[in-house]
Protein backbone atom coordinates (compact mmCIF):
# COMPACT_ATOMS: atom_id res chain seq x y z
CA UNK A 1 0.00 0.00 0.00
CA UNK A 2 1.65 3.19 -1.13
CA UNK A 3 -0.24 5.63 0.65
CA UNK A 4 -2.26 8.64 -0.18
CA UNK A 5 0.03 10.29 -2.80
CA UNK A 6 -0.35 14.05 -3.59
CA UNK A 7 1.32 15.78 -6.09
CA UNK A 8 3.66 17.91 -6.21
CA UNK A 9 5.53 18.59 -2.92
CA UNK A 10 6.70 21.99 -3.75
CA UNK A 11 5.06 24.45 -5.46
CA UNK A 12 6.06 28.25 -6.24
CA UNK A 13 4.56 30.58 -8.25
CA UNK A 14 3.13 34.04 -8.87
CA UNK A 15 0.11 36.29 -7.63
CA UNK A 16 -2.61 35.57 -10.19
CA UNK A 17 -1.30 32.31 -11.67
CA UNK A 18 -3.73 28.66 -11.50
CA UNK A 19 -2.27 26.39 -9.42
CA UNK A 20 -3.75 22.47 -9.57
CA UNK A 21 -3.20 20.01 -6.56
CA UNK A 22 -2.99 16.44 -6.79
CA UNK A 23 -4.01 13.43 -4.50
CA UNK A 24 -4.51 9.99 -5.12
CA UNK A 25 -6.48 8.42 -2.22
CA UNK A 26 -5.86 4.78 -0.71
CA UNK A 27 -7.59 2.52 -2.95
CA UNK A 28 -11.18 1.57 -1.42
CA UNK A 29 -11.10 4.27 0.27
CA UNK A 30 -14.65 5.81 -0.01
CA UNK A 31 -14.07 9.20 1.89
CA UNK A 32 -11.36 12.07 0.87
CA UNK A 33 -10.11 15.67 2.43
CA UNK A 34 -8.51 18.33 1.53
CA UNK A 35 -6.83 20.25 4.33
CA UNK A 36 -4.49 23.76 4.88
CA UNK A 37 -2.15 24.23 7.34
CA UNK A 38 -0.90 27.47 8.17
CA UNK A 39 1.12 28.44 11.71
CA UNK A 40 -1.85 31.10 12.12
CA UNK A 41 -4.87 29.05 11.50
CA UNK A 42 -3.87 25.19 12.14
CA UNK A 43 -5.47 22.44 10.30
CA UNK A 44 -8.88 23.79 8.42
CA UNK A 45 -10.81 21.61 6.37
CA UNK A 46 -11.85 22.85 2.96
CA UNK A 47 -13.76 19.93 2.08
CA UNK A 48 -14.41 16.41 1.80
CA UNK A 49 -16.00 14.09 -0.63
CA UNK A 50 -17.52 10.64 0.06
CA UNK A 51 -17.84 8.12 -3.12
CA UNK A 52 -16.30 11.23 -5.18
CA UNK A 53 -19.47 13.40 -4.29
CA UNK A 54 -18.78 16.48 -2.26
CA UNK A 55 -20.11 16.72 0.94
CA UNK A 56 -18.99 19.59 2.40
CA UNK A 57 -17.39 22.84 0.87
CA UNK A 58 -17.84 25.09 3.74
CA UNK A 59 -14.11 25.24 4.23
CA UNK A 60 -13.38 26.21 0.85
CA UNK A 61 -12.69 30.01 1.56
CA UNK A 62 -13.71 32.01 -1.76
CA UNK A 63 -14.35 31.20 -5.11
CA UNK A 64 -11.13 31.27 -6.63
CA UNK A 65 -10.43 27.49 -5.04
CA UNK A 66 -12.64 24.70 -6.82
CA UNK A 67 -12.03 20.64 -6.37
CA UNK A 68 -12.88 17.85 -8.26
CA UNK A 69 -13.01 14.35 -8.12
CA UNK A 70 -13.71 12.63 -11.45
CA UNK A 71 -13.43 9.10 -10.24
CA UNK A 72 -12.43 7.11 -6.81
CA UNK A 73 -8.37 7.24 -7.71
CA UNK A 74 -7.82 10.83 -7.84
CA UNK A 75 -8.53 14.34 -6.75
CA UNK A 76 -7.77 17.65 -7.65
CA UNK A 77 -7.52 21.31 -5.78
CA UNK A 78 -7.32 24.31 -8.18
CA UNK A 79 -6.63 28.24 -6.71
CA UNK A 80 -7.66 30.60 -9.99
CA UNK A 81 -5.97 32.84 -9.67
CA UNK A 82 -3.84 32.33 -6.71
CA UNK A 83 -2.89 35.05 -4.03
CA UNK A 84 -0.04 35.49 -1.57
CA UNK A 85 -1.78 34.40 1.58
CA UNK A 86 -3.03 30.92 -0.04
CA UNK A 87 0.49 30.01 0.64
CA UNK A 88 0.06 27.07 3.55
CA UNK A 89 0.74 23.61 3.13
CA UNK A 90 -2.39 21.72 1.54
CA UNK A 91 -2.81 18.12 2.65
CA UNK A 92 -4.94 15.23 1.09
CA UNK A 93 -6.29 12.57 3.30
CA UNK A 94 -8.46 9.83 2.49
CA UNK A 95 -10.54 6.89 5.16
CA UNK A 96 -12.13 4.10 4.61
CA UNK A 97 -15.70 4.67 6.22
CA UNK A 98 -16.98 7.56 8.45
CA UNK A 99 -15.11 6.68 11.99
CA UNK A 100 -12.35 4.98 10.52
CA UNK A 101 -8.64 6.73 10.97
CA UNK A 102 -7.51 9.26 8.30
CA UNK A 103 -4.31 8.86 6.17
CA UNK A 104 -2.57 11.25 5.37
CA UNK A 105 -0.31 12.44 2.31
CA UNK A 106 2.90 14.28 2.80
CA UNK A 107 1.29 17.48 1.48
CA UNK A 108 1.65 19.98 -1.03
CA UNK A 109 3.47 23.19 0.04
CA UNK A 110 2.30 25.96 -1.60
CA UNK A 111 4.17 29.18 -1.90
CA UNK A 112 2.95 32.61 -4.00
CA UNK A 113 4.98 35.05 -4.30
CA UNK B 1 -18.82 26.23 14.34
CA UNK B 2 -17.78 23.36 16.14
CA UNK B 3 -14.17 24.61 17.81
CA UNK B 4 -11.83 22.58 19.05
CA UNK B 5 -8.89 24.30 21.72
CA UNK B 6 -6.01 22.63 22.53
CA UNK B 7 -3.45 23.97 25.59
CA UNK B 8 -0.81 24.71 25.31
CA UNK B 9 0.58 25.61 21.88
CA UNK B 10 3.81 25.36 22.82
CA UNK B 11 6.07 22.85 25.00
CA UNK B 12 9.72 22.52 25.70
CA UNK B 13 10.49 19.96 28.41
CA UNK B 14 13.22 17.67 29.26
CA UNK B 15 13.67 14.34 29.00
CA UNK B 16 12.16 12.60 31.77
CA UNK B 17 9.51 15.32 32.58
CA UNK B 18 5.60 14.76 32.76
CA UNK B 19 3.46 16.35 30.61
CA UNK B 20 -0.07 16.71 30.08
CA UNK B 21 -2.20 18.31 26.70
CA UNK B 22 -5.61 19.64 26.76
CA UNK B 23 -8.43 19.29 24.49
CA UNK B 24 -11.65 21.35 24.86
CA UNK B 25 -14.37 22.12 23.37
CA UNK B 26 -18.28 23.05 24.15
CA UNK B 27 -19.42 20.52 21.44
CA UNK B 28 -20.25 16.77 21.93
CA UNK B 29 -18.58 14.33 19.70
CA UNK B 30 -19.18 11.25 18.83
CA UNK B 31 -15.05 10.32 18.93
CA UNK B 32 -12.04 11.77 19.27
CA UNK B 33 -9.21 11.53 18.14
CA UNK B 34 -5.09 12.57 18.60
CA UNK B 35 -2.59 12.24 15.69
CA UNK B 36 0.97 13.57 15.58
CA UNK B 37 3.11 14.72 13.11
CA UNK B 38 6.30 15.39 12.15
CA UNK B 39 8.23 18.17 10.32
CA UNK B 40 6.92 17.48 6.11
CA UNK B 41 4.77 14.79 6.78
CA UNK B 42 1.12 14.64 7.00
CA UNK B 43 -0.13 13.74 11.15
CA UNK B 44 -0.71 10.08 11.69
CA UNK B 45 -3.00 8.54 13.79
CA UNK B 46 -2.19 7.62 17.36
CA UNK B 47 -5.45 6.33 19.10
CA UNK B 48 -8.96 6.80 18.56
CA UNK B 49 -11.33 7.59 21.79
CA UNK B 50 -15.31 6.46 21.32
CA UNK B 51 -16.62 6.47 25.30
CA UNK B 52 -17.24 8.94 27.47
CA UNK B 53 -14.36 8.38 30.21
CA UNK B 54 -12.66 5.89 28.49
CA UNK B 55 -9.41 5.46 28.95
CA UNK B 56 -6.42 4.37 26.34
CA UNK B 57 -2.56 3.83 26.73
CA UNK B 58 0.02 3.40 24.17
CA UNK B 59 3.41 2.55 25.71
CA UNK B 60 4.25 5.87 27.61
CA UNK B 61 1.10 7.83 26.28
CA UNK B 62 -2.27 7.90 28.11
CA UNK B 63 -5.43 8.85 26.24
CA UNK B 64 -8.87 10.10 28.45
CA UNK B 65 -11.55 11.20 26.51
CA UNK B 66 -14.02 13.27 28.93
CA UNK B 67 -17.35 11.67 30.80
CA UNK B 68 -19.31 14.54 28.67
CA UNK B 69 -17.42 13.64 25.29
CA UNK B 70 -16.55 17.16 24.88
CA UNK B 71 -12.68 16.89 25.92
CA UNK B 72 -9.76 14.96 26.35
CA UNK B 73 -6.38 14.99 27.47
CA UNK B 74 -3.54 13.39 26.20
CA UNK B 75 -0.44 12.96 29.14
CA UNK B 76 3.08 11.43 28.43
CA UNK B 77 5.22 9.83 31.04
CA UNK B 78 8.90 10.63 31.25
CA UNK B 79 8.99 11.62 27.47
CA UNK B 80 11.80 11.41 25.14
CA UNK B 81 13.65 13.30 22.51
CA UNK B 82 11.76 10.72 20.02
CA UNK B 83 8.15 12.10 21.65
CA UNK B 84 8.94 15.88 19.84
CA UNK B 85 6.35 16.47 17.05
CA UNK B 86 3.05 18.21 16.61
CA UNK B 87 0.26 16.70 18.61
CA UNK B 88 -3.46 17.24 16.75
CA UNK B 89 -6.90 16.62 18.50
CA UNK B 90 -9.74 15.83 16.04
CA UNK B 91 -13.63 15.66 16.73
CA UNK B 92 -16.51 14.12 14.84
CA UNK B 93 -19.73 15.09 15.58
CA UNK B 94 -21.24 11.69 13.90
CA UNK B 95 -20.32 9.47 11.53
CA UNK B 96 -20.75 11.67 8.68
CA UNK B 97 -17.25 11.31 8.30
CA UNK B 98 -16.36 15.08 9.07
CA UNK B 99 -13.35 15.41 11.24
CA UNK B 100 -12.26 18.97 12.72
CA UNK B 101 -8.53 19.32 13.88
CA UNK B 102 -7.49 21.77 17.29
CA UNK B 103 -5.00 24.34 16.57
CA UNK B 104 -1.96 21.58 17.43
CA UNK B 105 0.49 21.32 20.48
CA UNK B 106 4.44 21.64 19.32
CA UNK B 107 6.37 19.76 21.67
CA UNK B 108 9.71 20.04 22.45
CA UNK B 109 11.37 17.69 24.35
CA UNK B 110 15.38 18.18 25.40
CA UNK B 111 17.89 15.59 25.76
Known amino acids: DAGVIQSPRHEVTEMGQEVTLRCKPISGHDYLFWYRQTMMRGLELLIY????????DSGMPEDRFSAKMPNASFSTLKIQPSEPRDSAVYFC???????????FGNGTRLTVT | TQLLEQSPQFLSIQEGENLTVYCNSSSVFSSLQWYRQEPGEGPVLLVT?????EVKKLKRLTFQFGDARKDSSLHITAAQPGDTGLYLC???????????FGQGTTLQVKP
Open chain 2, 49 to 53: VVTGG
Open chain 2, 90 to 100: AGATSNTGKLI
Open chain 1, 93 to 103: ASRSSGSSPLH
Open chain 1, 49 to 56: FNNNVPID
